[in-house]
């Protein structure tokens, strides 16, 4: 799938690109807590690590789940395992505040380019939406008009980007202390929505695989809001 490729090249050519910016438009060199630049580059080849272990192991699970063979990526995998690695990481480094802030606009990039290129990808692609009666539903070429979640994902996150960049300015300090776990509190609770929107099979209390990452995900995000709002008071 040509056109998948080249808007993957595209995803991390602009999640690059507006991880520069933005650091440099907020004057964070480096995640907050990383003091050293030989930790710095050991912290960020465990988020490598964690999001190439992460999306490949559950976008494949996932796909087997679903009866087809092969390999599959998913980015939400990738999303929770570079989140359990950063972690691991920060306990063994003995960092306790947030890291993950400069990495979001860029990880909202990815997502939001990134899933444009599935929806042009279709089909084959297997990211598609279930069927609707909805006037913007679209035709992959089954004959059926469905659900383009992949686009309600990449608007939804660009709105919360917009969020982020206007309200960042007035509240920095909360924005690096908290906005990493907001960013995965939205994040994973649209995801969690669209879901239901997916063909893909239940493995328990009629919730899929990515449903149940999902609410890893939204457990994770409000304690470390909570233990961090603590923190503050």
Request: charged fraction near 10%.
């Amino acid at each position: 799938m040509i056109i998948h490729f080249v808007f993957d090249l595209l995803a991390l050519a602009s999640s690059v690109l507006m991880s520069l910016w933005f650091r440099r438009k907020v004057g964070l060199p480096r995640p907050a807590g990383i003091t050293q630049a030989a930790q710095h580059h050991y912290y960020l080849l465990a988020l490598l690590l964690g999001l190439v272990v992460g999306s490949t192991l559950f976008g494949t699970l996932n796909l087997h789940l679903s009866g087809h063979a092969g390999t599959a990526k998913s980015l939400l995998g990738g999303v929770f395992g570079a989140i359990v690695a950063a972690e691991v990481f920060k306990y063994f480094a003995g960092i306790r505040q947030s890291t993950g802030l400069t990495f979001v606009p860029g990880l909202i990039m990815l997502i939001a380019v990134g899933r444009v290129g599935c929806f042009l990808a279709g089909l084959p692609d297997f990211t598609y939406g279930t069927e609707t009666s909805l006037p913007w539903g679209v035709n992959f070429g089954d004959g059926l008009q469905r659900h383009p979640v992949q686009l309600y994902e990449s608007f939804t996150m660009l709105a919360f980007l917009v969020v982020l960049l206007v309200n960042y300015p007035r509240q920095p300090a909360f924005w690096q202390r908290q906005g990493f776990y907001v960013f995965v509190l939205v994040y994973a609770g649209q995801r969690f929505i669209w879901e239901f929107l997916k063909p893909y099979p239940p493995i328990l209390a009629g919730l899929n695989l990515f449903h149940w990452i999902c609410l890893a995900l939204l457990v994770y995000a409000l304690f470390m809001l909570n233990r961090s709002q603590h923190h503050v008071e």
